[in-house]
């Protein structure tokens, strides 16, 4: 790595799936230069939980934002999509004068901007960072894209902590709208899964279904697919709809109409309020328990 990079001093908000993936991945615990604040950190309830992912990612935790900036370099705000701007709000102040604010959260172009205005009030350079493939099991090899004015000199530094990160623009939101509208597809199919394969499974028809499925498009595997999607539904689904609400005001801000990103909306947060676990990888298993838990 780079002399700035061997002395970068990194700081998350947020130390969810995301924040761990990336600190593993870029081997920073144990350096001293790692530190991360969470709201869970001033829960009672989850403190104690929180506070032991932080020690095993060597990470040193703070139960205020400005105990995780001090001295920070670049910051990685990776909190859930309806956290975003809050999380801006209440950090920016401590921010370290020219200190990356990477915004990785997944939010609409506008929310990002609002974002950007108050990271850049307080001296931060806001950079709008899309993170565009699940984090596991690459870490902090997971494709970025990087929008905004300081996106080139961002590039160049996460380049140097060896993540591989590409430039969408210029222009604060190029790479948040990218990844909104690729969600009305991605999570959008994920809720049309689990629409079509439970009224399908409550019918007593799902084989027959696939196999249709499979006949219309050989190329994919449509059993191993729906397991898959219905998974993402299970574990993330209360975060996917975060995100997709995001997604409709994207919509909205573009003046088209959010009709199948709100209902996206739905599908993912009731399945995800569910509470249950992704277990085998089968799609009629996976099936039977959220029919079941819906009861």
């Known amino acids: 790595m780079s002399e700035t990079a061997e002395t970068a001093r990194i700081a998350f908000i ?16 144990g350096t001293g230069r790692a530190t991360a604040y969470d709201l869970k950190s001033r829960d009672p ?16 935790g703070h139960d205020s934002p400005a105990g995780a900036l001090s001295g920070a370099t670049a910051v990685f705000c990776l909190v859930t999509a309806d ?3 809050a999380a801006a709000e209440a950090a920016a102040p401590h921010l370290p004068p020219g200190a990356f604010w990477f915004d990785g959260n997944s939010c609409a172009p506008g929310t990002k901007r609002a974002a950007a205005d108050l990271v850049a009030r307080h001296g931060g350079r806001y950079v709008d960072m899309a993170i565009m493939a699940p984090v596991h099991p690459r870490r902090h090899l997971t494709p970025v894209l990087l929008a905004g004015p300081d996106a080139e000199p961002a590039a160049r530094f996460l380049t ?22 690729r969600s009305v597809m991605v999570k959008g199919v994920e809720a049309l899964t689990a629409e079509c394969l439970l ?10 279904v696939l196999a249709s499925l499979q006949a219309s498009d050989p190329g994919s595997d449509w059993a191993k697919r729906a397991a898959y999607n219905l998974e993402r539904m299970m574990v993330h689904g209360t975060r996917r709809a975060a995100e997709m609400r995001e997604v409709a005001a ?10 199948m990103a709100s209902a996206t909306v739905d599908w993912q947060a009731e399945i995800g309020a569910l509470g249950l676990s992704g277990g085998p990888e089968d799609a009629a298993d996976r099936a039977d328990r959220i029919l079941d838990a819906r009861k």
């Open 14 to 29: 947020g130390f969810g799936e995301a924040g761990r993936a990336f600190a593993g991945g870029l081997a920073l615990g």
């Open 45 to 60: 309830a989850t403190a104690a939980a929180m506070a032991a992912c932080q020690a095993e990612a060597g990470v040193a």
């Open 83 to 85: 956290q975003a701007l």
């Open 160 to 181: 140097a902590l060896g993540m591989a990160p590409k430039i969408a623009g210029p222009t604060v939101g190029e790479a948040s709208a990218i990844k909104m509208i």
């Open 199 to 208: 009224a399908a499974r409550r019918a007593g028809v799902e084989e027959a």
């Open 250 to 259: 994207t919509l909205r801000e573009l003046g088209l109409p959010d009709r």
